[in-house]
């Protein structure tokens, strides 16, 4: 069964600080990779997409790496902001079709 | 712009009732979908539509149907509600593409049943 797994679960990291989130997949065949960014009470919006020839893309403080040998990839967000508050989701496509996979999420919380 | 919008935003029923999640999106976008999103999981499949005219089951179809008369609305509708539909629903929909695009979320409506 296809399983995209998230860790960690939940981060509380300073103002200012750098983090990386990390999701790891078993999607196969597989497509594209998607991070999306969920601010609490609202519809979770894409930060970037990872193709399968594509190590690294940044999306201004968001930076994402994909290692398609390892099924790994990671979100690293540097200097983060308080707006960083939120939850993101690692979401892979299986190829050719439109089916996804959802990780659970990891839950940022950015404190002054 | 509106984009993907959902009515309401939330909703209490009792068990038994039955309702309707509205969703209407103006991108135009040939690809809708239902999830829902509970604490700790994945969001989850629960039907989608390819275009007018055509719906499919996902992953968690149980309670729930759809229709798709135009492309810009696919309302979901709760026959009998029971309080495992608690949850918060999302409607997305997706441009044209090889494989899986963007999704495009509203904002979710929050449901609880008693």
């Known amino acids: 069964k296809n399983q995209v797994e998230q860790s960690p679960q939940s981060l509380i990291i300073l103002e200012g600080k750098n983090c990386t989130l990390q999701c790891n997949y078993t999607v196969s065949p597989f497509s594209n990779l998607r991070w999306y960014k969920q601010d609490t009470g609202r519809g979770p919006v894409s930060l970037t997409i990872m193709t399968f020839s594509e190590n690294t893309k940044s999306n201004g403080r968001y930076t994402a790496t994909l290692d398609a040998d390892t099924k790994q990839s990671s979100l690293h967000i540097t200097a983060s902001q308080l707006s960083d508050s939120a939850s993101y989701i690692c979401v892979v496509s299986e190829g050719g079709r439109r089916a996804l996979t959802f990780g659970s999420g990891t839950r940022l919380q950015v404190q002054p | 712009n509106a984009g993907v919008t959902q009515t309401p935003k939330f909703q209490v029923l009792k068990t038994g009732q039955s309702m309707t999640l509205q969703c209407a999106q103006d991108m135009n976008h040939e690809y809708m979908s239902w999830y829902r999103q509970d604490p700790g999981m994945g969001l989850r499949l629960i039907h989608y539509s390819v275009g007018a005219g055509i719906t499919d089951q996902g992953e968690v179809p149980n309670g729930y149907n759809v229709s798709r008369s135009t492309t810009e609305d696919f309302p979901l509708r709760l026959l009998s509600a029971a309080p495992s539909q608690t949850s918060v629903y999302f409607c997305?929909?997706?441009?044209?593409?090889?494989?899986?695009?963007?999704?495009?979320f509203g904002e979710g409506s929050r449901l609880t049943v008693l």
């Open positions: 997305a929909s997706s441009p044209p593409s090889r494989g899986a695009g963007e999704l495009f």
